[in-house]
């Protein structure tokens, strides 16, 4: 399926008269957590099946109106050759997002000042596990800034918006996966500023010590409580990283309650040797739902490692897990999401899954 989903693509770029190759000389990686604008415009608007860019979000729409589709098939390409790590100074305001206008491809749509990217929830103060594509791997260093308090997302990014220094750095880190695929990334443990609130950017910076390629790269988030949650991607949240979902989803029975109460629906989002992510939709019926409780037996040993957007416990093949304070309403016909990280190999159904009120 993903080898099809490609071929569709570089058809397509083909037929326009681009053609976007993945792992070309000057296409190496952008980051996934907290997601660039490039990486989860691309998950908002790729088209699974043909292959096509498709824009639901209405900044990403309005990015690729800009600089085309090959934006997105080249999601991995904000890059400056003559880089050299540079950064204040080296690329004028205003195009941060876009490494400038000296890059192989046009990415100046990513500059536009909107308050409606595609957004990732975060906790200040909070330890998060930072991933970075590895689409080709390099050595070198990443570096990561924050903007000022007082930030505003409607006025064109310049650096005195962001703060001096940056608040993680690391040489080297370690990969998993890749290179030459969407899932392949660096990753590593860092801690993200303390006292912010509302909405920010973090801007990342890729520095190759073996060439003066730099990459980077912008990310909108909020700092809301969140654990890494994605909204503004199609037309319902998502959990990082973003991927394909499970073409055999489970869902609950909802038993007696097919007009109101609660149903769960169950997906696998991204895997990997040893462990897998996932994600569970609950969905209110007729009537809104204050509270709601889901719960699952895995079918043969594997077992949760942790949840975001849900209070999650397990004990043997068993998963309870219940709604965050700020969670718990959901109105008529609508839903939410919580993710989960879990160990062993990733089961395309669960066994009694089932979700209840109250």
């Known amino acids: 399926m993903r080898i099809l989903r490609i071929v569709a693509a570089l058809a397509l770029a083909t037929a326009a008269g681009i053609l ?7 296409a190496h990686g952008a980051i996934q957590v907290p997601g660039s604008r490039t990486w989860l415009c691309y998950q908002d608007g790729r088209n699974a099946s043909t292959g096509a860019i498709e824009p639901k979000n209405p900044a990403c729409a ?3 109106a800009q600089s085309g589709t090959t934006s997105l098939y080249n999601w991995f390409a904000v890059l400056r050759s003559d880089g050299a790590g540079r950064v204040n100074g080296f690329l004028p305001d205003g195009q941060l997002c ?3 206008t000296g890059g192989p ?10 308050n409606d990217w595609p957004t ?3 906790t200040a103060g909070a330890n998060i596990q930072f991933r970075y594509n590895d689409w080709a791997k390099h050595p070198g260093t990443f570096y990561l800034y924050i903007t000022k308090d007082g930030y505003n997302p409607t006025k064109p990014l310049a650096w005195s918006d962001l703060e001096p220094t940056p608040f993680d ?5 370690p990969a998993n996966g890749g290179p030459g695929t969407d899932d392949g990334h660096y990753y590593w443990t860092g801690k993200l500023p303390s006292g912010k609130t509302g909405k920010h950017l973090i801007y990342s910076v890729w520095s190759r010590s073996d060439s003066q390629e730099t990459f980077y790269g912008c990310s909108d988030v909020v700092f809301d409580g969140g654990n890494g949650e994605v909204t503004g991607i199609g037309s319902q949240p998502s959990s990082p990283p973003p991927s394909s979902p499970s073409p055999s989803p489970s869902t609950s029975n909802p038993g007696g309650n097919t007009g109101g109460g609660c149903t769960a629906m169950y997906t696998i989002t991204s895997t990997w040797t040893g462990g897998f992510q996932g994600e569970v939709m609950v969905h209110a019926g007729t009537t809104a739902i204050n509270n709601w409780r889901v719960s699952w037996t895995w079918p043969s040993g594997q077992s949760l490692a942790s949840a975001w957007s849900a209070k999650a416990t397990s004990s043997g093949s068993q998963v309870n897990a219940s709604n965050e304070a700020w969670n718990g309403t959901v109105t008529a016909g609508n839903h939410v999401t919580f993710g989960f990280l879990a160990s062993g190999t990733a089961p395309a159904t669960v066994q009694n899954l089932s979700c209840t009120t109250g």
């Open 20 to 26: 976007a190759l993945p792992g070309a000389a000057q």
């Open 62 to 64: 309005a990015a690729v």
């Open 98 to 100: 876009s490494g400038g």
């Open 105 to 114: 491809y046009n990415f100046t749509g990513f500059n536009l000042a909107r």
């Open 120 to 122: 990732t929830h975060l």
């Open 169 to 173: 750095q690391v040489t080297n880190p």
